[in-house]
């Protein structure tokens, strides 16, 4: 990045042992390094499987970490496995539950030689409960969670998939938060804590928003979904997400859609709760007139209008936008821009990126040479 230094972060000074792989430990660990916990990544000699991926999944969890690799099945390995643990304020492991006993990187044996440790246990099902061995993946994960029942569009019967790992993010996020409080506790009480985040649970908790009875015993209906609050596609294939819920809303879009589709003035959409109930007829007349027109004719009466619509962006575009410019919290380095902690704090984005995802063990000889020196590591 170009510029003068940037200051330190909130959690400067703040020491990460991150044992995890693929995307929900990694991403977390992440998010307490951009705001600037120093983080080192323990990879086996294969490295982590994410680097195997097709894709940036590796570069897109990891920057500002430093790669260690060590071999945590050998003695050697366990041994200094532990002497940098000990030195912790943070560990990430996200193995299946039992995995870092036979890595002789247990809880137990971690706080035994730093009992202020947060040891942070990413799983999918947790450590506890019968599905707590069986392996899973993200759409597991959101299929066990409910998520997957819960439809985008109005009308839409098919179980579809998100485009993004949305169980796998929800879990970074709550590790994070989880590990901030409990790093808040510990300045009063001194003592560490062994978090134990299931990434169904946190799936479960995002899904929970969108049942119909909370999480009582019910039809399934969808209550959230109205059906001028949806994607329509317009006469030039592009397609715009329209967000008429409120009644005033509403009454703004009606006019505009007037020429294409004059029943939407008929009475019997005149609430939202008649809006709902004949929905289905609805959101075919919707569809049916924004489809007459290209996506910047609309996009322009609405906006003249007031009314919340914006065309669907690719992610490349996104990152590009005005909009996203303006907050700056895109960030440059020699391998790419990076979407930093997305929070503003005083009008300047929270994050920073220092350093690229790195090299598998670029960081090994000077933290292994410093370890066994018994210089700080970190």
Sequence with gaps: ???????????????????????????????????????????????????????????????????????????????????????????????????????????????????SVVYCSVSGFGQTGPLRDVPGHDVTYLAASGVLSCPGSWGDRQVRRPGIPVSDLAASTYAAIAILAALYRRRDTGGGAHLDLAITDAALSFASVRAA??????????????????????????????????????????????????????????????????????????????????????????????????RVLSVPEAGRSPQVRARGIVAQDRDGRHVVFPVLQDGTAMGRVHSPAPALGAHTEQVLADLMDGKEPW
């Design 1 to 115: 990045m170009s510029g003068p230094p940037a200051a330190p972060g909130p959690l400067s000074g703040v020491r990460v042992l991150d044992l995890s792989s693929y995307l929900p430990g990694p991403f977390c660990t992440q998010i307490l390094a951009d705001l600037g916990a120093v983080v080192i990544k323990v990879e086996s000699p294969a490295g982590d499987a994410a680097r195997q991926l097709p894709g940036a999944l590796h570069e897109a969890a990891n920057r500002n970490k430093r790669s260690v690799v060590l071999d945590l099945k050998t003695d050697d390995g366990q041994m200094l496995g532990r002497r940098l643990a000990a030195g912790a304020d943070v560990l990430v492991e996200g193995f299946r539950p039992g995995v870092v006993d036979r890595l002789g990187m247990s809880y137990a044996v971690v706080h035994a030689v730093n009992p």
């Design 213 to 310: 009875e909370g999480l009582d015993d019910g039809t399934g209906d969808h209550p959230h979904l109205h059906p001028a609050n949806d994607l329509f596609e317009a006469a030039d294939g592009a397609t715009i997400a329209v967000g008429a819920v409120e009644e005033h809303f509403w009454e703004r879009l009606v006019p505009l859609l007037a020429e294409e589709a004059p029943a939407l003035a008929d009475p019997r959409f005149g609430s939202a709760a008649a809006r709902r109930a004949d929905g289905d007829e609805l959101v075919a007349l919707l569809r049916r007139a924004i489809r007459a027109r290209p996506a910047a004719e609309w996009l322009a009466a609405f906006a003249a209008a007031d009314l919340p619509a914006h």
